[in-house]
């Protein structure tokens, strides 16, 4: 069979479900409303997306136990994309298949991005505590996306900001993946130091993910006479940057992004990790809701919440809220209500603006101290 007609099949065949279904009803006909939860469940980023699912959980066991949504009960259905574009695609396919109503998910920017697309042609919502690449809301390309995190360019300025107002350094080296996430916000930093007439990117490069050494690249940084590296991308390749840094004794400043401000990167580089800088979504942690929601998930798991449990939290909650002010799983009437109704959540009283980011949402600062990342005021 010619792969022309065979993607013709598939995709006959994907409407013939989506229509058996009732997908273009988004759940109307389903004895349960239809939780979509995708992301990094397993490999290396997985540590992003399980700590999001499982508070997930605990929003649908209270809504739930306090009799559902539209009298119905909520049911989550995941699905694992390890944060890979590729099985992104077929993850999104197989949630669009079991009817969910919306998705939460997913986890990466450049996983987010394919899945987008089939959401949209199911008239699905999407709405992701994690994906940070603008061009998810800035592009106009997804009027089904939404997010309760901050987006790079916001996080790529606070980078700067630090580095050249904070403390004053003007040489500084900016690093990347070539993942979407991590080369969109290394791009945006060096624009905005190039931009402030007040320091130079003397090394711009990106590096391979996954790499067992990065040794050439931190003798450049060396040569380049960096006082600080600006990384974007994850924590696997900046744990081992950092740790041949500091094994050949090179004290430049490093200071990435939230794919990095997680527990496992302190875990992989140890005693290297210290001193390491990283932005995050803000230190809610004074917000009642924040506190009982870290309290419940520490007694259900046994264990702290992770870099993006509450704003998992908070997605879950602004999704099924939306649901039940609108009165309907209606696609139009779903999107209407999270930006015109705000919901309580631990990250805040928040909505969302046209774009589809969440108003009053932002970053931090954070250093490693004693072996934690600790917020900077």
Not at 162 to 188: R, S
Not at 275 to 293: I, L, R
Request: aromatic residues 8%; glycine residues 10%.
């Amino acid at each position: 069979m010619k792969k022309s007609h065979l993607k013709k099949m598939t995709v006959i065949a994907v409407i013939c479900t989506w229509i058996t279904l009732g997908i273009s009803g988004a759940g109307v006909a389903a004895d349960t409303i239809k939780l979509g939860v995708a992301g990094a469940l397993s490999g290396d980023l997985a540590s992003y997306g399980l700590p999001i699912l499982k508070a997930a959980k605990l929003v649908v066991n209270d809504v739930n136990a306090k009799g559902g949504i539209l009298g119905k009960k909520v049911e989550i259905i995941s699905e694992d994309d390890m944060c890979k574009p590729e099985i992104a695609t077929n993850t999104a396919t197989k949630l669009v298949s079991e009817g969910v109503t919306v998705v939460l998910g997913h986890v990466c920017s450049g996983a987010t991005k394919p899945a987008l697309d089939i959401y949209k042609d199911a008239h699905i919502i999407a709405m992701s505590a994690s994906a940070t690449s603008p061009d998810l809301t800035q592009s106009g390309k997804y009027p089904n996306f939404f997010r309760t995190i901050a987006s790079d360019d916001a996080q790529a300025k606070l980078e700067v900001n630090f580095a050249l107002d904070t403390l004053k350094l003007k040489k500084i080296a900016v690093l990347h993946d070539k993942g979407d996430y991590g080369k969109g916000l290394a791009e945006y930093a060096k624009g905005f130091i190039e931009k402030s007439g007040k320091g130079e990117v003397v090394f711009f490069e990106g590096v391979t993910p996954g790499a067992v050494d990065y040794s050439a690249v931190v003798n450049k940084i060396k040569r380049s006479g960096a006082q600080a590296i600006i990384f974007g991308g994850y924590h696997p390749e900046a744990s081992k940057i950092v740790t041949q840094m500091r094994k050949d004794g090179m004290k430049t400043v490093f200071i990435s992004d939230d794919g990095v401000k997680d527990d496992t990167f302190i875990k992989v580089a140890g005693k290297y990790a210290e001193g390491v800088y990283a932005t995050g979504p803000k230190d809610t942690s004074s917000n009642p809701m924040d506190k009982a929601v870290r309290e419940e998930y520490k007694k259900v798991y046994g264990e702290d919440v992770g870099v993006f449990s509450i704003n998992g939290y908070a997605a879950a909650q602004a999704l099924l809220n939306a649901i039940q002010k609108a009165g309907s799983t209606n696609y139009d009437a779903i999107i209407k209500a999270l930006r015109t109704d705000y919901v309580e959540t631990p990250l805040g009283k928040i909505k969302f603006d046209d774009r589809g980011d969440a108003v009053g949402v932002g970053f931090s600062m954070y250093e490693v101290k004693n072996g934690k990342y600790v917020e900077l005021k």
